[in-house]
């Protein structure tokens, strides 16, 4: 008999890190995964810092909870960290690779890409009036950043990132005509699901979640915008709970 399929997953945080692949998270990833569930998210998308899991350690975890759980990974490269959906080797990135050399390894395995919290480092305009004057520099200097050619999408919605932040990356997007993305950066576990990706179609796997990225067919959210009631509030741990995770 064949396996029933796995539910359609609508509200996934593209990007989550751990005590078990990124030397500044603590998160037991069991706890993650549980404490997203609690939110209301669907799904969670593991980008340790530069190295990815085995497969079979995402998919045991999936598995185990019953809960969509892909495995991608954040690479450090010369424009800034980029998400990446699809990849399976280096399993470490050893020398840091150029956002083109990137590109070229995830064109050969048919991922995606994203570029992460593309202004935490990067000038911003001083107030949220991006349609004139000061604002407008700040608009038509950004949208000739060459990375934008580079990716198939913008995370706008950053849980670390402010309203302001969040808000111009959302303009560029726009502007360049690219689709948008969310992901909490979760270090501790209260912070999955800040933000997240809405797909509107919902996805199975990570084959769908890059199909729905190349398609457009996303885009970043957070709980108010989407209009549901935050239920940030059902912490499953205390809040300051730092459980070491073994490896
Ligand atoms: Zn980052
Ligand atoms: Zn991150």
Known sequence: MEAPSPPLAFR???????GWGSGDSHTDP????????AFGLDGICITEHNQLWDQRKVEQLSDKH???????IEVDTDVGHVLVYGLRAPRRFIRLPTIEELRRMVDEVGGAMVVAHPFRKRQKPPTAEFCSGVGLEFVERALELPFFDLVDGVEVQNGIAGPLERAFAGVVAGERCLPTTGGSDTHRHPEVGTTFTVFPGGIRNEQDLIDALKAGEVRGADWDA??????RHASILPRDYTGIAPG
């Open 12 to 18: 996934v945080d593209l990007h989550c890190h751990t």
């Open 30 to 37: 069991n706890v993650l995964v549980a404490q997203a569930k």
């Open 66 to 72: 019953g809960f969509l759980v892909i495995g991608g």
């Open 226 to 231: 989407e209009g549901i009631p935050d239920r």
